[in-house]
């Protein structure tokens, strides 16, 4: 059982204060006697307890700041979506592939941003700019926004925004199961609730502080049963021993527990294991007793943006992977929609 998450400890930036859910949050926490500090910007977060590195990490993974977000510019964020909408980063989760360790380097803590409604405002221009095509923003590049949603009822905030919207659709990925709260949006079905879902080996060594599988698929039933689209996501595919089997009961548990109404609009998006070279070297450091396997040798070499390649399956482990799934889909979910397999 996993609980939701409490911060240890808070940071405040005082423009926060300026926003009702700044004020809002100050108070929620003061009244849970959470030691609150001030701070002019995230970037002066410091004096983080620990005694090294490693504990400092744990610790940031466990501080939340609470600020506000300056640039409005959103990233792009394909295949799934058009645009990637920024209303938190980092998580409380300690998967040892979370390419967020790579991306956030030394800033690990969790921040969320307050000035929501200018976030909408701002994805508001983009769905004009694109008009009349829909635009797709995805919530959950930079955070798993559903683990703290609980505290900040953001992301209810934007489902019900985009609910109201003809041209704009919100659409998240998590690996949590506190989704009580969300049951009640008024979503209007323009949000798409996905789950990380995995093997149960592949979760039980590499995801540790994430919801257990039978949780987050008993939240998937909540949420499908209380009308969103629903999808999921099997990442990382990881080849171990006995995957096909692991994968197998994956599948068998989603049949077992999805009822039959809910099956006619479910998509799945599947992604292998991959690392670059950075991403190893700071996995080692942050998880240094991993069993992850990170051996280049036994990878195939994929050119990338910025010149940083990535190491993903040989091809025939590759070909093996993507038919065993589809296979499994197929049998179980015909119905569903392969949106890819990457
Ligand atoms: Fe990273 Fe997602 Fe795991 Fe959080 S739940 S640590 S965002 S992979």
Same mark, same amino acid.
């Given at each position: 059982m996993i609980k939701p998450f409490v911060p240890q400890l808070v940071y405040i930036e &005082? +423009?926060?204060?300026?926003?009702p859910l700044g004020q809002e949050l100050k108070e929620k926490f003061e009244g849970m006697g959470i030691e609150i500090r001030e701070t002019?910007?995230? #970037?002066?977060? +410091? #004096?983080? &307890?620990?005694? #090294?590195d490693l504990q400092k990490y744990r610790n940031a993974k466990s501080t939340l700041v609470i600020g506000v977000r300056k640039t409005l510019k959103f990233d792009t964020s394909k295949p799934s979506a058009e645009y990637a909408i920024p209303f938190a980063t980092g998580c409380m989760g300690h998967c040892h592939y979370c390419y967020l360790q790579t991306t956030m380097g030394s800033k690990p803590y969790i921040r969320t941003y307050v000035n929501v409604e200018e976030i909408l405002d701002q994805a508001e221009q983009y769905m004009n700019e694109r008009a009349p095509d829909i635009t797709r923003f995805e919530a959950s590049c930079t955070s798993d926004i559903v683990g703290i949603d609980h505290l900040t009822h953001t992301l209810k905030r934007a489902i019900e925004y985009f609910g109201q919207t003809d041209l704009g659709k919100l659409r998240f990925v998590t690996k949590f199961h506190h989704v009580d709260h969300l049951l009640d949006a008024k979503h209007n079905g323009r949000t798409r609730f996905r789950f990380s879902i995995n093997a149960d080996y592949v979760i039980k060594y590499f995801e540790p502080g994430t919801s257990p599988l039978d949780q987050r698929i008993e939240a998937a039933v909540k949420v499908a049963k209380a009308g969103y689209p629903l999808g999921f996501i099997i990442a990382p595919i990881y080849i171990h021993e006995g995957w096909q089997e692991g994968y197998k009961v994956l599948f068998e548990k989603l049949d077992a527990a999805l009822p039959e109404e809910v099956r006619q609009d479910i998509t799945f998006e599947m992604i292998q294991h991959r690392f670059t070279k950075p991403a190893k070297r700071v996995i080692q450091k942050n998880y240094p007793k991993t069993k992850l396997e990170l051996d280049e040798e036994k990878r195939r070499y994929k050119w990338g943006r910025y010149g940083i390649g990535k190491y993903i399956y040989q091809k025939d482990e590759e070909q093996e992977l993507r038919q065993t799934l589809e296979s499994y889909i197929e049998q179980y979910f015909p119905s569903a929609k392969i949106e890819y397999f990457t």
């Open positions: &005082p +423009r926060a204060l300026e926003y002019t910007s995230h #970037n002066q977060v +410091r #004096n983080i &307890p620990g005694k #090294n």
